[in-house]
């Protein structure tokens, strides 16, 4: 618990983005008692997150350069007939690190096993009846259940692994196409994070959000002896799925909002790149907007929130158009072509899609030419139609 009864600040969910907002403020008002609430018994959950180093400026890269557990100066792709090395920095975060940089720094603002029953702008019910005031509540407990997207998914199994010899590998395969094509778009990705430790994830864009474990765990032991790495031991098991944004109506998202006054943060607020998935940028930059608040409280935290959202949306609306040409124009066989034809592209413009930066000459390059969709097909996701459902 804080070292005080007044709690300045309860941050709902200890996920990454709430534990980002909490080191945020903890740095930048270090007088505030804040309260972290997870339902769980650890920050973070099972989860590896990653970003390209220009993603980041110097203050958010300073904000999680603490919870790097490696950091490559390049990255490389594989397609078939297109095997590229880009000179990209990389780096990871994991979910241990992330627990343990939170306990070292906010141990005594943690709060475990916290089952939460009700959330308002003044405060938190838990389930067993305790009822915790502050003036600022921050919710970040993952998706809210909404009707106001249109979804796909990128979805997938990992492995860290223990191998009996050094890997040979000594940059990230961010993405590996070159293996059979099954359920939308397949790939897999490999972070070597010691010579002989491996994070081997079997990923898909599917329209399906079904996790095949004990399929998709076989894949990747198959892929490691297809490169003729031989495990030693499985060190840790991870799954994800993702949204992958293809249309929606971000007013209608917040206006059915059970609780517009509280501020939410991280996924729940549609904060990541609606094409890769990448959600550590945009929350490393909410969380320096909200410590750099003088005025923290519910309300205006939650204006501030909810306009960078809808400003984001906006923004971004071009890659929810390139998730429609992948998901609805191409045909099943075309995807693998789609991503194989943007990894041939400058990488300076891969730099700048990746750091949802995109320009307009850039958008221009992506869809003229001869892409491997058919034409009329195209045509018909271009305008984002979307119709809100009760």
Same mark, same amino acid.
């Given at each position: 618990m ?6 300045? #600040?309860?941050?709902?969910?200890? !996920?990454? %983005? $709430? *534990?980002l907002?909490?080191l ?7 007088? =505030?008692n ?5 339902r ?13 180093t220009?993603?980041t ?6 904000l999680l350069?603490?919870?790097?557990i490696k950091?490559?100066?390049?990255q490389e792709v594989?397609?078939?007939g297109?095997?590229?090395i880009?000179?990209t920095?990389?780096?990871s ?33 838990l389930?067993?009846?305790?009822y915790?005031?502050?003036? #600022?509540?921050?919710?970040?407990r !993952?998706? %809210? $259940? *909404? ?11 990992? =492995?860290?692994i223990?191998l009996?010899e ?10 590996d196409g ?5 359920d ?10 010691s010579?002989r430790?491996l994070?081997i994830?079997d990923?898909?864009?599917s ?7 004990g ?29 992958i944004?293809l249309a929606?109506?971000?007013n ?6 059970p609780?517009p ?6 996924l ?6 609606p094409t890769t998935?990448?959600s550590?940028?945009?929350a ?9 608040m003088?005025?923290?409280r ?30 609805i124009?191409a045909?099943?066989?075309e995807?693998l072509?789609?991503?194989n034809?943007f990894?041939?592209?400058?990488e300076s413009?891969?730099?700048?899609f990746?750091?949802s930066?995109?320009?307009f000459?850039?958008?221009t390059r992506l ?6 969709i058919n034409?009329f097909r ?9 119709d809100?459902?009760?």
């Open positions: 804080p070292h005080s009864d007044r709690v300045d #600040c309860i941050l709902v969910g200890g !996920g990454l %983005a $709430n *534990s907002i909490a945020a403020l903890h740095d930048a008002r270090p007088e =505030l804040l309260l972290i609430l997870e769980g018994d650890r920050i973070g959950g099972n989860h590896t997150w990653s970003f390209h220009p993603d400026n110097a203050a958010t890269f300073r350069q603490p919870l790097i950091s490559w100066s390049s594989r397609f078939p297109n095997h590229r880009l000179g920095g990389y780096n975060v994991s979910s241990a690190r992330l627990h343990d940089v939170m306990t070292a720094r906010l141990g005594s603002s943690l709060r475990f096993d916290a089952e939460v029953k009700s959330v308002a702008s003044n405060g938190v019910e389930a067993d009846g305790t915790l005031g502050a003036p #600022c509540v921050i919710d970040s !993952g998706i %809210a $259940n *909404s009707s106001a997207w249109d979804l796909g998914f990128q979805k997938f199994l990992g =492995l860290e223990e009996e050094p890997c040979g590998q000594d940059r990230p395969i961010i993405m070159t293996i059979p094509q099954v939308g778009y397949r790939f897999m990705y490999t972070l070597p994070l010579e430790v994070l994830e990923t898909y864009y329209h399906g959000n079904e996790v095949q474990h399929v998709l765990e076989k894949e990747v032991a198959d892929y490691a002896a297809d490169r003729g790495w031989k495990i030693a031991r499985i060190l840790r098991r991870e799954t994800g799925i993702l949204p944004v929606g109506d971000i209608e998202l917040w206006r059915t909002n609780n006054d509280v501020p939410c943060a991280g729940r607020a549609v904060l990541f790149n998935g990448y550590l940028p945009d490393a930059r909410v969380a320096l907007k909200v410590a750099g003088r005025d923290l519910s309300a205006p935290v939650a204006n501030l929130l909810r306009e960078h959202s809808i400003a984001l949306w906006h923004q971004r609306s071009f890659y929810r158009l390139l998730n429609r040409l992948l998901f124009a045909e099943p066989e995807r072509a789609v991503m034809r990894y041939k592209m400058p413009l891969i730099r700048r990746y750091a930066e995109v320009t000459a850039d958008k869809l003229v030419g001869k892409p491997p034409f195209a045509m018909g996701v271009v305008r984002e139609r979307f809100a459902r009760a």
